[in-house]
């Protein structure tokens, strides 16, 4: 028998008083179709599980992504620079619709869960994933923020952050919010110098 585990709603330390999204071991998962299309999904993990999950998808061929920022950690004696997990419990996966593939992962050891909304599995859109990738790949400071979900939507051009998107918080210090919705977290980055265009 299926059984759904749902997170509690409450405060939450990073983005807040907010609701937080279910996770779904076992029920309301796409159905197949003769064409198989795959989506992303947020899977929460275990505490301190979340590069064990992720290299546990990869060696059974799951396209995974798991966003690590760079952090200084100081000593009396020393200072090393170490890639920290950005979202703590969580990490991505591509999966194609076959059933048997969200078995796979859900038996992955580790593994809590695909995040759901009233019992389904919700796909991350790809832009989110992207946009992840290009700003963590290039080294820019950046750093968790409340989760948005009002706000002017705007996209970067030129640079090397061209086409990222996000919510742009002009109070002060112009920030660019970039949110990954179903897991409501998101983090923010400087964008005084960039050419904006509003989507």
């Given amino acids: 028998m299926a059984v759904k585990n749902t997170a509690k709603v409450g405060w939450d330390s990073i983005s807040g008083a907010l609701p937080q999204p279910s996770v779904t071991n076992g029920s309301k998962f796409p159905s197949s179709s ?24 990869q060696r059974v061929g799951f396209e995974t992504f798991l966003p690590l920022i760079k952090q200084i950690h100081r000593w009396s004696d020393r200072q090393k620079a170490v890639d920290a997990i950005l979202f703590p419990g969580y990490t991505f996966a591509r999966v194609d619709s076959r059933p048997a593939s969200y078995k796979q992962i859900l038996k992955t050891a580790g593994v809590i869960g695909l995040v759901a909304f009233s019992g ?79 989507i």
Avoid: M
């Avoid at 994933?129 to 290009?134: N, P």
């Avoid at 750093?143 to 742009?168: N, S, T, W, Y």
């Fill in 120 to 198: 389904a599995a919700v796909p991350v859109p790809a832009k989110q994933i992207e946009d992840l990738r290009k700003l963590l790949l290039k080294n820019v400071p950046c750093a968790l923020h409340p989760f948005l979900k009002a706000g002017q939507k705007v996209r970067i051009r030129g640079g090397c952050l061209d086409g990222l998107e996000g919510i742009l918080e002009g109070a002060g210090q112009k920030n660019l919010v970039i949110s990954v919705d179903s897991i409501q977290r998101a983090i923010a980055i400087t964008i005084e110098g960039y050419e904006l265009e509003l």
């Fill in 34 to 57: 003769a064409v198989l299309s795959t989506h992303w999904y947020a899977i929460q993990t275990r505490y301190r599980f979340e590069r064990k999950v992720t290299t546990q998808l």
